[in-house]
């Protein structure tokens, strides 16, 4: 999912081809995005997604996961944004305002997902091996939601904004509350939100 690292033209073709992609990315779902230039310059959640996809590709090399965990909090102290070199993240991914997301080494994100500001893909016990969440394709997360544990969120669920989920989540439903819980919600239209005072 993540790009190599651009040693080869090859390899900066591919990166620049990915940091392109989320540019136009953010630009398409924020409305507040004018310009790629502005996406570039001003938001931090692009910033993180950024530094992550060249912290990841290092953190696969026995001999450069130090420097990729410092590298990666470098990057959290600079835009608010903490992933975890090892999280594994899809494309086109966008973490909209930043700040206070949390993203754990063994977190896996699909491709097209949407996080909010506050979100957090955690873990709920300090032992080895597989303890974080998986994302599915499609999915929004709303506002300071916690998603906890090696729960497994399907393609197309939306997590309402501060809900807590300790539980998988099957593909399409819409869960809220603490602990969350599925709300059957009329979807208007596939990657939209349908109810705006859900996620905010």
């Not at 033209?9 to 591919?14: F, L, Q, S, T, V």
């Not at 230039?37 to 931090?44: D, I, R």
């Not at 506002?143 to 539980?167: E, F, M, Q």
């Amino acid at each position: 999912m993540t790009a190599p690292l651009p040693f080869t033209a090859k390899g900066a073709r591919r990166f620049w081809q990915l940091l392109r992609e989320d540019l136009a990315t953010a630009q398409h779902l924020d409305p507040a995005a004018r310009t790629k230039l502005e996406v570039a310059l001003g938001y931090s959640g692009v910033h993180a997604l950024w530094a992550h996809r060249l912290t990841h590709r290092m953190w696969r090399e026995p001999a450069l996961k130090l420097p990729a965990r410092l590298l990666s909090q470098l990057a959290r102290f600079m835009t608010g944004v903490e992933i975890h070199p090892g999280a594994t993240l899809g494309r086109r991914l966008f973490i909209d305002h930043g700040m206070g997301v949390v993203i754990g080494e063994t977190a896996e994100v699909g491709n097209d997902v949407l996080l909010f500001h506050g979100v957090t893909l955690g873990g709920r016990s300090m032992v080895k091996g597989k303890r974080h969440p998986t994302i599915g394709n499609g999915v929004t997360i709303g506002t300071g939601a916690k998603v906890l544990g090696p729960v497994v969120v399907g393609d197309g669920a939306r997590i309402g904004a501060n809900s807590v989920v300790v539980h998988d989540v099957a593909p399409g439903a819409v869960v809220v509350g603490v602990p969350g819980r599925v709300r059957k919600v009329k979807v208007a239209e596939p990657g939209l939100l349908e109810d705006p005072a859900l996620w905010i």
